[in-house]
């Protein structure tokens, strides 16, 4: 089961809160560092469980990497003995695919566990494999392993369209361009996804030597080259932890300033929150101000690829919309499945109901608290929220979820004046000799 969050409700945000680093940036940055023959620095980097189980795959493979605590990972590639990643890590986190391009482009050879899918959707790798085969790797599947080989150990620049059927695909454009960089010659990938973590990944191999052009559109030039040397960067600041926490602010009718926040990367979610009835200002620059006083107000909101509404603040949003007086539509075309927040927010009280990929969500006038279960990162965000503004004490349960992407979340929560506090899993009482 976990541990749980116990959270009193009826308490508005109130006050000033710091963005960790990106998730979703840190684990393609820290894959990156394979292909570097020197020393690489991250700054930033979020001290998440998903973190730490990447940079324990990532020393599986030869990184040699120390976390030397506020934020600051230093490594280098020490080894290149085994370029295996097992499926016992990788099933824990997906995000594993990505060491498969960095491994294949830069020692020719990768293994790496199939991710398999999770709660939110089948999460399937082909457009990955298609980018890979396209720069010339060999890929076979063998007993739930993708295993990837460079004829001569060396790939080779090509053209492809990486765009999926949802429009584009994060994980196969930074798996194409992290290999595509010491490919031999020139590489156009068309239909890149243009998430800002893409353009974070792309500057920090440029700074490791590399030569990426069209970084922010969705066609990517890269030029191959030999090698790759050190490099340092920082990662950006979490776009959905700072969307996590403005919706919080206007769901409970609080005030809060989220600091090293980077509001270019939220234009979406800034208009959405305005839309339902929240105050979003910039107070200055890389600081903002989330604030509710008048009524929340019903919207549409349908989720899609950046710079659109992103997917992984749908199940925040929808928990604030149960308390909109009136009908709002929140349609998911990312992951159709991403709705288990669904049910267990009805156990609170809300009135959603689900047709095909779009929840309908009929405002409530309170929410209140009770047990419910979370079943991934974002919906166990989304829980926490409404406890905050349900009546009563809400218990979230396998709160381990939130601990994958939210950095310290009870203690960000507490001070901002939340009511929040974690009960450790009941360890099973040891046998009587
Ligand atoms: C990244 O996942 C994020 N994870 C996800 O965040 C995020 O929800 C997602 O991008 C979309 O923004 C990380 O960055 C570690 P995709 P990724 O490939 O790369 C389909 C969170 O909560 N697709 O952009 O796996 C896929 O099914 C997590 O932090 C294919 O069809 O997402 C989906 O419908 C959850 N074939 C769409 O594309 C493929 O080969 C977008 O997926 C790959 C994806």
New binding site residues.
Partial sequence: MGDTFIVEGGRALQGSVRVSGA???A??LLAATLLSEGRCVLRNVPDLV?VRTLLDILREVGLAADWRGNGVVSCRVESQASSVARYELVSK???S??LLGPLVARRGFAKVSLPGG?V???????????GLRALGAEISLDHGYIVAKAPGGRLRGAHVFLG???????????NTLMAACLADGKTVIEGA?C?P?IDDLAHFLNRMGATIEGIGTPRLVITGVPSLGSASASVMPDR?EAGTFMVGAALTGGDVRIEDVRLDHMAAVVDKLREAGAEVTEEEEGICRVRRTGALRPVHMTTL??PAY???LQAQLVAMLCLAPGISVVTE????D?FHHLAELNRMGADIQKEGCSAIVRGVERLSGTDVEAT???AAAALVLAGLAAEGRTRVHAIHYLD??YERMEQKLVALGAAVAREAAQRPAARAA
């Fill in positions: 998730k979703n940036a684990l393609p998903d986190m997906r995000a695919i990505y999770c939110i959707g089948l999460r399937p790798v082909d457009l990955h494999l298609k999926g059927p949802m429009g584009s695909s994060v994980g196969a454009t930074a996804a998430e973590e959905i690829p950046y992103p997917t992984d075309k990312i992951y159709p991403r991934d990162l974002r994958r992407g």
